[in-house]
C-alpha cells in the first residue's frame, strides 16, 4: 500500500500563490506517476496537472496551463503543485493521488488517493 498526505491548504486572495505538497510513504517503489486533481462544490473531480517518473514528464488541465507547475523531489518522495495567479474558480478540494501507471493517474483512475486538502480563493 501507498499512503498520501498532502499539506498546504488554505485561503488565499485572487492572483496570489500557494504551493501545495503531497508525501507518500509506504510502498513508493510501486508508484511511477503522481497528479493532482480537485473538486469543487457540486461539481464532479478533474484532473489538474500530473508528474511521470519516466522522463520528468508533465502533463496539465487547459485550466492551468501557464499557472500551475507540478514538481517532483524524489528524495523526499514528495510531489509538489505550485499554484500562481490563482482564480476563484481554483477553489476546490485539491486530492493528490498516485499510481504505477501514468496513464491512469492522468485519466482520472489512479489507484492512490490523499485525503485532500481545501484551496479557497477570495474575490
Known amino acids: 500500500q501507498v499512503q498520501l498526505v498532502e499539506s498546504g491548504g488554505g485561503l488565499v486572495q485572487a492572483g496570489g500563490s500557494l504551493r501545495l505538497s503531497c508525501a507518500a510513504s509506504g510502498r513508493t517503489f510501486s508508484i511511477y506517476a503522481m497528479g493532482w486533481f480537485r473538486q469543487a462544490p457540486g461539481k464532479e473531480r478533474e484532473f489538474v496537472a500530473a508528474f511521470s517518473w519516466s522522463g520528468g514528464s508533465t502533463y496539465y488541465a487547459d485550466s492551468v496551463k501557464g499557472r500551475f507547475t507540478i514538481s517532483r523531489d524524489a528524495a523526499r518522495n514528495t510531489v509538489y503543485l505550485q499554484m500562481n495567479s490563482l482564480k476563484p474558480e481554483d477553489t476546490a478540494v485539491y486530492y493528490c493521488?498516485?499510481?504505477?501507471?501514468?496513464?491512469?493517474?492522468?485519466?482520472?483512475?489512479?489507484?492512490?488517493w490523499g485525503q485532500g486538502t481545501q484551496i479557497t480563493v477570495s474575490s
Open positions: 493521488a498516485a499510481d504505477r501507471d501514468r496513464g491512469t493517474v492522468v485519466g482520472g483512475t489512479p489507484r492512490y
